[in-house]
């Protein structure tokens, strides 16, 4: 994006008019419901016959509940199938769901672990595609641009949201700047030194950040940060309008989670704000009651089952 164009988008931005900002994937992203549907069901069927041929787990599932990847024939057959709770992830340990050979894998992600085995996640060459694709439409949602200096405060380890926001990042065009996480008063400094424009942590420590900065006489008002792109944790509307009061930017919450992918799941965009919109031509979703597994009418609360 020249430095022209980048001016107009930011001023667009600034002054609320949306429409103006570039869409990642218009052919997607302002595709018609009828569209989405059918993308949605066409890559299920996919995504089942390759499963039951490569994973025996499910394969074995399947067999147990009497279904061939045959029954699968509209979006509703989904219920037809098993789920996958951190019971199995578990009980698989590490490489018992892998649907690929482990000599296609280039990269392995995994949970902390901190209430029994991790959960690990390997992706090949087409799966960071899409992950970095995933990633660069929610943060141009958020308002990201090419040029833009990202300033990573997640950790680079077996957490998915440092590697994953990166690669995207720096995909769409963005400077990247991997501070890591913690070391507040030098996040401060890298800030002032670097010119940073993006700020990606979780939010509660973007709210460390921002008053040990009070605390040393930074003026938020005055900083080039302009966008906070935060996860890993839940953002109450409250606690992104304190960040943005005290802070001075926009802030915007995108969700992920490791059994599926990681960051790039959902995110927030500036014109709908605290509302997330789902990758629906990656992600099939479902909100089901857990004590009944049955899904739940639109607007009632239930427990939230994707499936990539």
Known sequence: MDIT???????????????????HNPSIECAS??????????????????????????????DEMGVKPSDIKTLDDVRKLPFTDKAVLRDTFPYGLFAVPLDEVVELHASSGTTGKPIVVGYNKEAMDLWADCIMRLVQ??????????????????????FG????????????????????ERQIQMIQDYGSTVFVSTPSYALHV?????????DWEK??????????????PALKAEIERR??????????????M?????????AERDMQHIAEDHFLWEVVDPETDEPVAEGEMGELVPMI
């Not at 164009?5 to 869409?23: M, N, Q, T």
């Not at 990681?262 to 500036?270: D, H």
Request: with cysteine; aromatic share 8%.
């Open 5 to 23: 164009k980048k001016g107009a988008v930011l001023k667009a931005a600034a002054a609320g008019r949306f429409d103006e900002l570039p869409i």
């Open 33 to 62: 419901r009828e569209r989405i549907r059918a993308i949605q069901l066409a890559r299920l069927i996919d995504q089942v016959e390759w499963t039951y041929g490569h994973v025996s787990w499910y394969r074995e599932r399947m």
């Open 141 to 162: 949602m958020a308002g990201v641009v090419p040029s833009d200096r990202v300033q990573m405060a997640f950790g680079y380890g077996m957490f998915t949201g440092g």
């Open 165 to 184: 926001l990166h690669y995207g990042l720096q995909r769409l065009g963005c400077m990247m700047i991997p501070a890591g996480s913690g070391n507040t």
């Open 210 to 218: 921002c008053e040990v900065g009070e605390k040393m006489g930074f």
């Open 223 to 236: 900083s080039t940060l302009r966008v906070g792109l935060f996860g890993g944790e839940p953002c109450t």
């Open 247 to 260: 802070m001075h930017i926009v802030c915007t919450d995108n969700y992920g989670l490791t059994e599926v």
């Open 262 to 270: 990681g960051p790039g799941v959902s995110g927030e965009c500036l």
